[in-house]
């Protein structure tokens, strides 16, 4: 009995398949809307707040599939890693971070308690707009070089209007919506993933 236990608390092949895909489609998910809404500087910035609202469902899926350590962590750091290798060095370190924190409210309530898996995916997405959206106020002449370097730096008429847009009023509505999606993603993913909440025993 006690080997068995073991043996569920380990990460099998199908939890690493299912994070590996689920985040391939987070990855890809980001990179659409980063182009979609970079159009626009004003809704460039509530990009985390859309991924948060749609990605919910996946997250809430992979952690009453997994129920295991790893389970915010992983597709955290692989989401990281590909962003990072597109350029997003920032981002590379805000979601590992904000994913392991993510992974230890998590795991506090042993992948049961469903108010610590929400609270542990609005943590980690807040670390999302952290890595992405805050070097634009935070650390702007850093934001400056990194997004004018490279063959395909950007226009310096564009980043001027988004900075300009991100230390207004609209930075700070960034964030709160980013909170407020978040959580709203985690009810959604509740109410559509309810059958699987309930055999999993977390409602």
Not at 18 to 32: D, E, N, T
Not at 118 to 141: E, H, K, N, Q
Not at 184 to 201: M, Q
Request: with cysteine; glycine share 10%; proline share 2%.
């Amino acid at each position: 009995m006690e080997n068995n236990q073991a043996v569920k608390k380990k990460l099998g092949i199908k939890d690493f398949v299912l994070m590996g895909i689920f985040s391939a489609i987070m990855f890809a998910l980001a990179m659409v809307l980063m182009f979609i809404t970079g159009v626009t500087p004003a809704v460039y910035l509530f990009y985390p707040a859309i991924f948060a609202l749609i990605c919910g469902p996946l997250f809430m899926l992979i952690a009453v599939k997994v129920q295991k350590f790893g389970a915010f962590l992983i597709p955290s750091a692989i989401m990281g890693i590909l962003l990072g290798l597109m350029g997003a060095q920032t981002l590379l370190i805000t979601v590992i971070v904000f994913g392991i924190i993510a992974e230890l409210i998590a795991n506090s309530g042993k992948y049961q308690d469903y108010k610590r898996i929400s609270i542990a995916y609005i943590v980690l997405m807040l670390g999302f707009y952290a890595g992405d959206i805050a070097p634009i106020y935070v650390f702007t002449d850093w934001y400056i070089q990194q997004a004018t370097g490279g063959v395909a730096g950007a226009d310096m008429t564009y980043l001027n209007s988004l900075i300009g847009v991100a230390k207004s009023w609209l930075g700070a509505l960034s964030v709160i919506s980013c909170l407020i999606t978040a959580f709203l993603g985690t009810v959604i993913g509740k109410r559509i993933l309810k059958k699987h909440f309930e055999k999993a025993g977390l409602i």
